[in-house]
């Protein structure tokens, strides 16, 4: 709901642009209770999505806001508006800068004073007429009257008119002649005039350049902004989209925009504990389940460094009303000393309470902990104490037979004996049935609430393939938050190993349109692999995943289309994913699309599968036939060419 707007308001708004005509409606039902929870009705034959669009654009599901910014600026609060803020912040980013350069100014200039005066009290030699002098005060004073017969300083008279002294920055100051004393003689014995009229000249020259950025700072920031911007900007690009309604449907953030770290020892989790241990990527405004070795569990909201208690076991991003994550639990009752096991789902809790789930009394504590995505069961090898009376020390034990229940309920008996350990055998399947998974073609998101195209049925290990219009694939899981690109994908569906992709490529490294048809054989997840060559000009023409897909192509000679029919499996055989492929043509293809079924052969069973890429027909460079001893008939044109024929060009 936007801010500011009740359900009576938006279901006015609703019905007010039916009236006028702009988006047409059947009835409009109000079912909020907990949530708010709004039935649209539609009249037959009115699309889904045109009449979502038209609710954005003429209903109060989408309505303009203009927030107050309060800031802090000199110690008082300032309501502003963007614009202004982007001044006051790039004003204070100037300062800065400003000062920033004055430092480096002054440090500049100290350095080249020094040089100046270090060069002279080396190469004038006036480190020899302190030879004689009898006291400390007679050193000083013999230096600076030695000094200033080859400088001068800015506050003696005739400074600019000067030629043939130096020109100091500044006066020689008692604690300049002092540092002039402490010149070791190795230092003078190796100083080298060419090297020091090297060093001073670079000195003047970063200083020059430093007076520079003063006197253009304007210049200097937006330099400073730009070098910002190409060193740290790739790869950190805006993920909201910015365009008119009619350009896009929803901007889409990506919830993943922090770091969740954990300190088991000390007990604190947070995403400013970047020197401790990384747990998963994550929002900054997710919630974090903890569970810790004395069988308590607590749930804080995510912040830079929170305490949750010591000998911490387990940490992860919590998901309120998630039925599917199962932790598989195995504890000792610190009253009875009895072992449990216990299988239970975390749908709904109180923030920043402890809950034991694991005994709940002085002396109970966790022998074995796993959280289970999707509700798999597990076998696990239990290790008794040696010393105990039990016949058999060591045992399997299948969480498989123990039903999930609340996180309050204490569990099955497992042992009464004391348990060494318990380690994992094997993981099972999941034990509350594969989950249903349906791909949003508007979001690019995959959901669970029957929104876009059914998926099938996932269960443990089971992936997702994507094949991507520019010639690569990808595997990748069903976590939910993951987003796709809609306008890049020709295919995505769950992974069958056994599935052959069929593809029609222009290589552009030999200039041919091959054939190939592979296996996935990569097992890596959320990485895409290209199954086409690299070159500027290759790219994918056709792509299907049917067993034996038919195509109809064309290939212009003289401006005319030359047409051709073929059979993909029939063509080849299945190869390597890296492999090139099979030459179908010496050239581009003109146009290239899947036979309709009706048109391929009987014998074939062309119902299987889907088309997922077509190329539309584009016009090329017109190319010179050789010429033929006999022109060819208007019947030999319409023949259509078959695999293997080639067609020769100047």
């Known amino acids: 709901m936007p801010y500011g707007v009740t359900v009576s308001d938006l279901i006015d708004s609703i019905l007010k642009a039916n009236d006028k005509g702009q988006i047409k409606i059947k009835k409009v039902v109000d079912k909020t209770a907990a949530e708010v929870s709004i039935e649209i009705e539609l009249q037959a034959g009115v699309s889904p999505d045109v009449t979502i669009d038209a609710l954005y654009a003429f209903s109060n599901c989408e309505v303009s806001i203009s927030p107050n910014c309060c800031v802090i600026v000199e110690n008082k609060p300032l309501f502003t508006d963007v614009n202004e803020l982007l001044r006051i912040s790039t004003e204070k980013t100037k300062a800065l800068l400003q000062l920033e350069l004055e430092i480096q100014k002054n440090d500049l200039e100290e350095k080249l004073h020094f040089a100046s005066l270090e060069r002279i009290f080396i190469e004038n030699r ?50 300049d002649i002092v540092r002039l004393t402490e010149i070791r003689i190795k230092r003078i014995s190796k100083f080298n005039s060419f090297k020091a009229d090297e060093e001073i000249a670079k000195l003047n020259e970063r200083l020059q350049e430093t007076l520079h950025h003063l006197a ?115 504890y000792v009752d610190g009253k009875s000393g009895r072992s449990m096991v216990k299988r239970f789902n975390v749908t709904a809790i109180t923030r920043d309470k402890d809950y034991p789930v694991g005994g709940g009394v002085k002396g109970s504590k966790v022998h074995y902990l796993t959280a289970n995505p999707n509700g798999e069961s597990e076998v696990v090898t239990v290790t008794l104490s040696p010393g105990c009376s039990a016949k058999i ?214 119902t299987q599968g889907s088309l997922f890429g077509e190329m539309p027909e584009s016009p090329q460079p017109k190319a010179k036939a050789k010429k033929q001893a006999k022109p060819a008939t208007e019947e030999e044109t319409r023949q259509r060419y078959k695999p293997g024929d080639t067609i020769e060009f100047d």
């Not at 020899?128 to 600076?144: G, N």
């Open 126 to 175: 006036i480190y020899r007429d302190i030879e004689e002098c009898e006291t400390w005060e007679a050193v000083l004073e013999t230096i600076d009257t030695g000094l200033r017969k080859y400088v001068i300083t800015p506050e003696e008279p005739g400074y600019a008119k000067e030629t043939k002294k130096i020109k100091l920055l500044r006066a020689v100051t008692e604690e």
């Open 216 to 330: 253009h700072l304007t210049e200097y920031a937006i330099a400073y902004f730009e070098n910002l911007l190409e060193k740290f900007g790739k790869g950190q690009e805006r993920k909201t989209e910015l365009a008119v309604f009619d350009e896009i449907r929803a901007a889409e953030v990506v919830a993943n925009n922090a770091k969740l770290y954990v300190d088991r020892e000390n007990g604190f989790v947070g995403m400013g504990l970047k020197k401790d241990e990384f747990v998963q990527d994550c929002s900054d405004i997710d919630d974090i389940i903890v569970f810790r070795r004395d069988g308590v569990m607590k749930v804080v909201r995510i912040d830079e460094k929170v305490f949750v208690g010591k000998d911490i076991l387990h940490v992860a991003v919590w998901k309120k009303n998630d039925e599917r994550t199962t932790y598989n639990l195995a």
């Open 393 to 606: 020390k060591v045992f399997d034990y299948d969480f498989g037979e123990l039903a999930i229940k609340g996180r309050a309920s204490q569990g099955n008996i497992l042992t009464k004996y004391p348990v060494k350990n318990i380690r994992q055998k094997e993981v099972g399947k999941s034990t509350i049935g594969a989950q249903k998974l349906w791909y949003d073609g508007i979001t690019g998101r995959l959901n669970t609430q029957e929104r876009g195209d059914m998926l099938g049925e996932f269960d443990t290990g089971d992936m997702i393939f994507v094949l991507y219009n520019d010639g690569s694939y990808e595997l990748t899981d069903t976590d939910l938050l993951q987003h796709f690109e809609p306008k890049e994908i020709l295919h995505l569906g769950k992974f069958n190993p056994k599935q052959v992709v069929n593809a029609v490529h222009f290589d552009g490294h030999k200039g041919w349109t091959m054939v190939k048809r592979f296996l996935v054989e990569t097992s890596k997840l959320k990485e895409r692999y290209s199954f086409i060559t690299d070159h500027p000009k290759s790219k994918l023409l056709f792509a299907s995943l049917k067993p034996n897909p038919r195509i109809k192509y064309s290939i212009r000679v003289k401006g005319k289309a030359m047409p051709g029919e073929i059979g993909l499996g029939d063509f080849m055989d299945v190869k390597g994913w890296k492999a090139v492929g099979n030459k179908l043509s010496d050239t581009l293809l003109s146009s290239v699309k899947e036979m309709e079924p009706d048109e391929a052969p009987a014998a074939e069973d062309a």
